[in-house]
């Protein structure tokens, strides 16, 4: 596994590397979600190269860039594991020097559920993801379905900004008891571990009722609120049954329609969603 720091010699092993390439974006501090990712890159492509960047553009003045769980000696042997050809860790001053003034802007649907919560956040994922790309050079790249918005946001700026690129989003990883994999999980407290199970509760309630029949996306938005609200350490920020390509809230909830929360417990903010499904199938227990 090759371990690089320049965007010099990224290029110059990308001439190098057998094609197709997969590419798996990610900060680091990795979990078994972003080794499901690089297995899947792995498996469809003669190549996988991974980034880890902690990416200061796409966090807010009050979040936890500084504080952002970062341990490069635990990431490079657990990509060895998975098999990973190449580890490209840039620096924040080669990806951003003092005289670059270029953004990546993908508009409207920034402007609900995260992009609405975190403003500014998407200009900062779209640009380095827009970076990264141009120095990696992947035939396919791979996004958790976990950061759906995320997913959509890159599948936008690729199709706009016509990069030659497949990005594909692999289904979220969960731990045994639900609660969706992220790096962000380290934070939680026991107690506050236990109580961050409610996303997933509050989607199976979602989805019992979707099952059942329910159309009526305001209903399924107060049940989910109910199941959230039961917890007393989480606080809803919001919730939402969006059409999966606007964004906008859905007047009747269908199939392909995106339902989604973020919740803070304690200090950490988490989110999850899934997408309602024309057959529905419960999510694991
Ligand atoms: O999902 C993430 O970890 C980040 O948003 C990404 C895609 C690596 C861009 O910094």
Known sequence: ?????????????????????????????????????????????????????????????????????????????????????????????????????????????????EGAA????????????????????????????????????????????????????VPTVREPDGLAMSSRNIYLNPEQRKAATVLYRALNHVLELWSEGERNPARLRRHMLDVLRSEPLAVVEYVSVADPETLEEMETAKPGGLVSMAVRVGKTRLIDNMVLELKPRLLPD
């Open 118 to 169: 975190r403003p500014g956040h998407f200009r900062g994922v779209a640009t380095v993801v827009a970076k990264l790309f141009n120095i990696v050079q992947p035939d396919r790249a791979y996004f958790g379905q976990k950061d759906a918005q995320q997913v959509l946001v890159v599948k936008r700026m690729v199709a706009d900004l016509n990069m030659n690129i497949e990005v594909i989003a």
């Open 1 to 113: 596994m090759k371990v690089i720091q320049t965007i010099a010699e990224m290029r110059k092993l990308r001439q190098r590397l057998l094609e197709p390439v997969g590419f798996v974006p990610t900060m680091g501090y990795l979990h078994e979600g972003h080794l499901t990712l690089v297995r899947k890159a792995k498996e469809k492509n003669a190549s996988a190269v991974v980034s880890i960047f902690v990416n200061p553009t796409q966090f807010g003045p009050q979040e936890d860039f500084e504080k952002y769980p970062r341990d490069t000696e635990r990431d490079l042997a657990m990509l060895k594991t998975a098999k990973t050809d190449a580890v490209f860790m840039p620096s924040a001053e080669e990806m951003y020097p003092a005289n670059s003034v270029t953004w990546v802007d993908v508009k409207k649907i920034t402007e609900h559920l």
